[in-house]
């Protein structure tokens, strides 16, 4: 359990560091014929903020010893019993795919380090970069794959309540400031 988590760690930090590895931003136009499909911002005026406030302070945030962060997750959302092995597998998959491609990528990453310390040859520098971009494209691929799956797995109040949790982490980063002036 472990190396999974560590795993998924360091998956994140590829897939926030793989954002940046483009030469250009990509209209949005551009991004939805290439990228395909996208989950579209939820619409904050179907939600239902008093009752999901209601829900959070109920909710424990971090699991018990008992409890694993698929317990969270599944008693946070309202998963059925289907819903939580058809996610425990969703993530198996993902897994599967995103162990071998993380290797790779983690492999190049260091074979990159020694071609830049020892002034490697620019064009094979290139090629390993060009690799482990392709790497990271994979690795995004295979996890909106993931997304694109269980939330085809969910209901509308569920749905609804993910897209609460997709909102919270995007507000995340600034509700220090909004605490720090006595807004709420």
């Known amino acids: 359990m472990k190396k999974t988590g560590i795993v998924f ?18 209209s949005l136009k551009t991004s939805l014929v290439t990228q395909g499909p996208v989950t579209q911002a939820p619409d904050l005026s179907k939600l239902n903020i008093d009752k999901i406030l209601q829900q959070l302070q109920t909710t424990k945030v971090q699991p018990s010893s008992e409890e694993t962060f698929l317990q969270v997750v599944a008693e946070f959302l309202q998963l059925s019993p ?35 310390s020892s002034g490697g040859n620019p064009a094979q520098v290139g090629t ?41 982490v995007q507000l995340q980063p600034i509700l220090p400031v909004f605490q720090s002036i006595f807004l709420f």
């Open 82 to 116: 289907s819903q939580i092995s058809e996610l425990e597998q969703l993530l198996q998959t993902r897994q599967a795919k995103l162990v071998p491609l993380f290797q790779n990528a983690q492999a190049l990453t260091q074979q990159l380090g020694v071609m830049l």
């Open 9 to 26: 760690a360091l998956f994140a930090i590829v897939l926030t560091t793989g954002a940046g590895a483009r030469a250009q931003r990509p």
């Open 128 to 168: 390993v970069v060009i690799q482990i971009h392709a790497l990271q494209q994979q690795m995004a691929q295979a996890q909106q794959a993931f997304l694109t799956q269980f939330i085809a797995t969910l209901v509308p109040e569920q749905l609804q309540r993910l897209q609460a949790v997709q909102i919270a």
